[in-house]
């Protein structure tokens, strides 16, 4: 049995088709459009998926999307006539769009997969789940655990912003939910608004950021805007917010609150933006600790499995797992809407078709979440040709001793290899690598190659037999989203004059052996390589920890500031031809920035909007 899950029209459109409970394929749309979080229907993606596949939309037994737009459309009735006739202006500009297109979704559904199949039966086969179960799903079904607690935060689904399930085998049964207008996601949402970022692609530089500044002003928040109850369960005073009636997130009330008018885009960071980072970073920290331990308390599992936005904070997740109020903690890699595509599918497989599930207790299903297209070397030699790029073709094991002895030398690598991710981050396929030793190379790559801001740091890959050799925890993070500390005999010793510097000024100073992948407070976001899932990028880190004795890599996503993640081998050279990137290294073949024809080098740094 085939079912093709959807997620569209809100942010982060994908697809994602299983076969018989197995993940074949997922992907999200941006990255063959190459339009950020592109929100439009997902033709490109479903494409690739049915190929993936080996057939075409006949042969998929149902199709399923991530949400209920008629429960969505409820909402946005119910929260207007609550709230008039403030936000009659934000109504009136809304309400075109749904009448247009989001209330009669299914016939607009019905009529983009008839490009597909004209004689599909979409009366029988078109399935919607709720958003909420769509993101559990997607983090309970290919969790490794027989039984688990699911824990779903985000913005907003159709009500729920924070809901909590317990999965048995093929079940998920949701016990309790939190509803707009009080979530956890926007409220980071508002404060990435309020310090100058964009919402909904922001947020994690505010967790970035946060580490440079003081949580100053979390008792604020605490007394006066977020009502953080024992249990975790909690309410927003909508005195402060304009997300349900206005065009911004936060008012003149918040502004007053916090001492002043929300920063422009690229206005200049001071240390009140970090304080504030900072500070509802530690109080969203606080909200999600009480929700666990609750639930824990609650339930008496073991498992935690969690998906939804507020799941991609993975300073949170970290303090969620060495805080041991579950012993194994899982968290989906496409975390966000994106991810829905997929939940909704195995939502229709388990749930609704009542299909069994098979769990190893071990390995979880999603492959390391390599579920994307990958490219054939006949294929990448000819598209590199045709985009007049000069390359030598090795072998395998000479691509890997070739990228090692170039990144020991100190250079940064684009890194292409089989099939692309599945969510927000880089995982070894289409990433960036460079030398974590390197003192400068933080800086380097965000001002040279990605075109963004210096305080965002970078992730370390390491080989997962070495982790705790280096970092203070020793459990599995293959997707990145586990934060954890450099061990001690690992970090550098500060002089008196280096701990006295606030805020960026923290910035250059090395504080470990590997400066480039430790954050100002010696923390790091851990990516741990697997010779099971990734070979080639586990040989890879081997090879350049036999020159340098170091297992780690400075891991970061193979695009700039602004672009979706490279798609393409096309894609890939097109970056490295308009960034700092010395080395490209794409399937066997290998590029040198030097042997290229000037004449290719593209003006890359404003191709993209601000992200």
Same mark, same amino acid.
């Given at each position: 049995?085939?079912?093709?899950?959807?997620?569209?029209?809100?942010?982060?459109?994908?697809?994602?088709?299983?076969?018989?409970?197995?993940?074949?394929?997922?992907?999200?749309?941006?990255?063959?459009?190459?339009?950020?979080?592109?929100?439009?229907?997902?033709?490109?993606?479903?494409?690739?998926?049915?190929?993936?596949?080996?057939?075409?939309?006949?042969?998929?037994?149902?199709?399923?999307?991530?949400?209920?737009?008629?429960?969505?459309?409820?909402?946005?009735?119910?929260?207007?006539?609550?709230?008039?006739?403030?936000? +009659?202006?934000?109504?009136?500009?809304?309400?075109?769009?749904?009448?247009?297109?989001?209330?009669?979704?299914?016939?607009?559904?019905?009529?983009?997969?008839?490009?597909?199949?004209?004689? +599909?039966?979409?009366?029988?086969?078109?399935?919607?789940?709720?958003?909420?179960?769509?993101?559990?799903?997607?983090?309970?079904?290919?969790?490794?655990?027989?039984?688990? /607690?699911?824990?779903?935060?985000?913005?907003?689904?159709?009500?729920?912003?924070?809901?909590?399930?317990?999965?048995?085998?093929?079940?998920?049964?949701?016990?309790?939910?939190?509803?707009?207008?009080?979530?956890?996601?926007?409220?980071?949402?508002?404060?990435?608004?309020?310090?100058? +970022?964009?919402?909904?692609?922001?947020?994690?530089?505010?967790?970035?950021?946060?580490?440079?500044?003081?949580?100053?002003?979390?008792?604020?928040?605490?007394?006066?805007?977020?009502?953080?109850?024992?249990?975790?369960?909690?309410?927003?005073?909508?005195?402060?917010?304009?997300?349900?009636?206005?065009?911004?997130?936060?008012?003149?009330?918040?502004?007053?609150?916090?001492?002043?008018?929300?920063?422009?885009?690229?206005?200049?960071?001071?240390?009140?933006?970090?304080?504030?980072?900072?500070?509802?970073?530690?109080?969203?920290?606080?909200?999600?600790?009480?929700?666990?331990?609750?639930?824990?308390?609650?339930?008496?599992?073991?498992?935690?499995?969690?998906?939804?936005? /507020?799941?991609?904070?993975?300073?949170?997740?970290?303090?969620?797992?060495?805080?041991?109020?579950?012993?194994?903690?899982?968290?989906?890699?496409?975390?966000?809407?994106?991810?829905?595509?997929?939940?909704?599918?195995?939502?229709?497989?388990?749930?609704?078709?009542?299909?069994?599930?098979?769990?190893?207790?071990?390995?979880?299903?999603?492959?390391?979440?390599?579920?994307?297209?990958?490219?054939?070397?006949?294929?990448?030699?000819?598209?590199?040709?045709?985009?007049?790029? /000069?390359?030598?073709?090795?072998? %395998?094991?000479?691509?890997?001793?070739?990228?090692?002895?170039?990144?020991?030398?100190?250079?940064?690598?684009?890194?292409?290899?089989?099939?692309?991710?599945?969510?927000?981050?880089?995982?070894?396929?289409?990433?960036?690598?460079?030398?974590?030793?390197?003192?400068?190379?933080?800086?380097?790559?965000?001002?040279?190659?990605?075109?963004?801001?210096?305080?965002?740091?970078?992730?370390?890959?390491?080989?997962?037999?070495?982790?705790?050799?280096?970092?203070?925890?020793?459990?599995?993070?293959?997707?990145?989203?586990?934060?954890?500390?450099?061990?001690?005999?690992?970090?550098?010793?500060?002089?008196?004059?280096?701990?006295?510097?606030?805020?960026?000024?923290?910035?250059?100073?090395?504080?470990?052996?590997?400066? %480039?992948?430790?954050?100002?407070?010696?923390?790091?976001?851990?990516?741990?390589?697997?010779?099971?899932?990734?070979?080639?990028?586990?040989?890879?880190?081997?090879?350049?920890?036999?020159?340098?004795?170091?297992?780690?890599?400075?891991?970061?996503?193979?695009?700039?500031?602004?672009?979706?993640?490279?798609?393409?081998?096309?894609?890939?050279?097109?970056?490295?031809?308009?960034?700092?990137?010395?080395?490209?290294?794409?399937?066997?073949?290998?590029?040198?920035?030097?042997?290229?024809?000037?004449?290719?080098?593209?003006?890359?740094?404003?191709? +993209?909007?601000?992200?």
């Amino acid at each position: 049995m085939r079912i093709l899950g959807v997620s569209a029209f809100y942010h982060d459109s994908a697809a994602a088709l299983i076969e018989d409970g197995r993940i074949v394929a997922a992907a999200q749309e941006e990255r063959f459009t190459r339009k950020k979080h592109d929100a439009n229907f997902p033709v490109k993606a479903i494409e690739y998926c049915l190929d993936e596949g080996k057939t075409d939309l006949s042969g998929v037994d149902y199709v399923a999307f991530y949400d209920k737009p008629f429960l969505k459309f409820e909402r946005l009735l119910e929260t207007y006539v609550a709230f008039a006739p403030k936000g +009659f202006a934000s109504f009136r500009m809304a309400m075109p769009v749904w009448l247009r297109e989001k209330l009669f979704q299914k016939s607009l559904l019905r009529k983009e997969f008839k490009k597909f199949s004209t004689d +599909f039966d979409w009366d029988k086969k078109l399935l919607f789940a709720e958003h909420h179960q769509s993101h559990a799903a997607s983090a309970f079904f290919p969790s490794p655990y027989e039984e688990a /607690v699911v824990l779903t935060m985000d913005g907003v689904g159709e009500w729920a912003t924070t809901s909590a399930g317990i999965g048995r085998g093929n079940s998920l049964v949701m016990i309790k939910e939190i509803h707009f207008p009080h979530s956890l996601g926007l409220l980071y949402s508002a404060f990435t608004y309020y310090t100058g +970022f964009k919402v909904n692609s922001g947020e994690y530089k505010v967790m970035g950021l946060a580490p440079y500044g003081e949580p100053k002003y979390a008792q604020a928040i605490l007394d006066n805007v977020l009502d953080l109850k024992d249990d975790g369960s909690f309410r927003l005073d909508q005195s402060y917010f304009e997300y349900c009636t206005g065009l911004r997130m936060t008012n003149g009330k918040f502004d007053a609150l916090f001492g002043g008018p929300a920063r422009s885009p690229e206005e200049r960071l001071t240390q009140r933006h970090m304080d504030l980072a900072a500070s509802v970073q530690a109080v969203v920290e606080e909200a999600v600790l009480r929700l666990t331990r609750s639930l824990a308390a609650e339930t008496g599992a073991k498992n935690l499995c969690l998906a939804g936005g /507020v799941a991609l904070n993975c300073v949170a997740n970290g303090k969620v797992l060495r805080d041991g109020a579950f012993d194994n903690i899982w968290v989906q890699p496409a975390a966000g809407d994106a991810g829905g595509a997929l939940g909704a599918a195995l939502s229709a497989y388990h749930i609704h078709m009542g299909k069994p599930r098979t769990v190893n207790g071990a390995a979880d299903a999603m492959a390391g979440s390599y579920l994307g297209p990958a490219f054939a070397q006949d294929e990448i030699e000819r598209r590199l040709k045709a985009a007049q790029a /000069v390359f030598t073709t090795l072998s %395998s094991d000479e691509v890997v001793d070739a990228t090692a002895d170039a990144l020991a030398d100190g250079k940064a690598i684009g890194w292409f290899q089989g099939r692309m991710e599945f969510g927000p981050r880089a995982l070894g396929a289409r990433s960036i690598l460079a030398d974590p030793r390197s003192p400068t190379m933080q800086k380097t790559l965000n001002l040279k190659v990605k075109f963004r801001e210096s305080f965002r740091p970078f992730a370390p890959s390491v080989l997962r037999e070495d982790l705790s050799d280096w970092f203070e925890i020793d459990s599995d993070s293959p997707y990145m989203l586990m934060v954890a500390d450099v061990l001690q005999n690992r970090r550098r010793a500060m002089t008196a004059e280096e701990n006295a510097l606030f805020g960026i000024d923290k910035l250059n100073v090395p504080r470990s052996e590997i400066p %480039s992948v430790t954050h100002v407070d010696y923390s790091a976001r851990i990516q741990t390589v697997h010779k099971e899932t990734n070979p080639r990028y586990h040989a890879l880190i081997t090879a350049f920890k036999e020159r340098t004795g170091c297992p780690i890599l400075v891991n970061t996503s193979f695009n700039v500031r602004g672009e979706p993640i490279v798609g393409t081998p096309e894609d890939a050279f097109r970056c490295f031809m308009g960034t700092g990137i010395e080395v490209l290294v794409v399937g066997n073949c290998i590029l040198r920035k030097e042997d290229q024809d000037p004449a290719l080098k593209v003006d890359y740094k404003d191709a +993209f909007e601000l992200d």
